[in-house]
């Protein structure tokens, strides 16, 4: 069965600083999906960024950005430039290709401090 | 696009009834949702996924019997607790992804806080 860890419980940076979060999988499979959701404080689940394993460029959006490493079955997750919105719980999820499945890790609990 | 609601947004109810909770795609087709259940400051657990018009598949450890899925349209499921009980207090999250669209995608609704006194 397929897990994702993330390692850090809790984390802070100020304003504008650059932050990554870490997460790691594992799986015996080849192809699969990877995601990054953030849940802020109203709980609603929005997708923040995703990768496809069969890419091997990272992928971006705006001031997010992901490190793809597969051999080394990690996934963090860079943030540049945050912001006070930021301030969420930050979710990476697995989804083996064909299934529909979505396998979450424990989350990581972001704030930005002004 | 690709909006997902919820209703309602927060129930409390008495121990013993049932609730209903509704999970609707907007403005896109659901092939499939899914329903979710989150504890507090804790990740998401899968509780059963349901394809529009198909019973759907219950996760390990999870009632069948206790938490009713319906997927009757493409843009509707429902998620009924029955006889609930004051453990099943928790926020429940329903997803869905499009028939016209990536299916790996999921867009979520903004979950449902279930009280149960």
């Not at chain 1, 809790?10 to 870490?22: D, H, I, K, R």
């Not at chain 2, 504890?39 to 759907?56: R, V, W, Y």
Request: proline letters at 3%; one cysteine or more; aromatic letters at 10%.
């Amino acid at each position: 069965a397929q897990t994702v860890t993330q390692s850090q419980p809790e984390m802070s940076v100020q304003e504008a600083e650059t932050v990554t979060l870490s997460c790691t999988y594992d799986t015996s499979e080849n192809n699969y999906y990877l995601f990054w959701y953030k849940q802020p404080p109203s709980r609603q689940m929005i997708l923040v960024i995703r990768q496809e394993a069969y890419k091997q460029q990272n992928a971006t959006e705006n001031r997010f950005s992901v490190n793809f490493q597969k051999a080394a079955k990690s996934f963090s997750l860079k943030i540049s430039d945050s912001q006070l919105g930021d301030t969420a719980m930050y979710f990476c999820a697995f989804m083996h290709q064909g299934a529909q499945k979505l396998v979450f890790g424990q989350g990581t609990r972001l704030t930005i401090n002004p | 696009g690709a909006v997902v609601s919820q209703h309602p947004s927060r129930v409390i109810c008495k121990s013993g009834t049932s609730v209903k909770i509704e999970c609707r795609s907007l403005d896109f087709q659901a092939t499939t949702m899914f329903w979710y259940r989150q504890f507090p400051k804790k990740s998401l657990m899968l509780m059963a996924t349901s394809n529009e018009g198909s019973k759907a598949t219950y996760e390990q450890g999870v009632e069948k019997d206790k938490f009713l899925i319906n997927h009757a349209s493409l843009t509707l499921s429902t998620l009924t607790v029955t006889s609930a009980h004051p453990e099943d207090s928790s926020f429940y999250i329903c997803s869905a992804s499009a028939a016209d669209r990536e299916r790996e995608t999921q867009y979520f609704g903004p979950g449902t806080r279930l009280l149960v006194l």
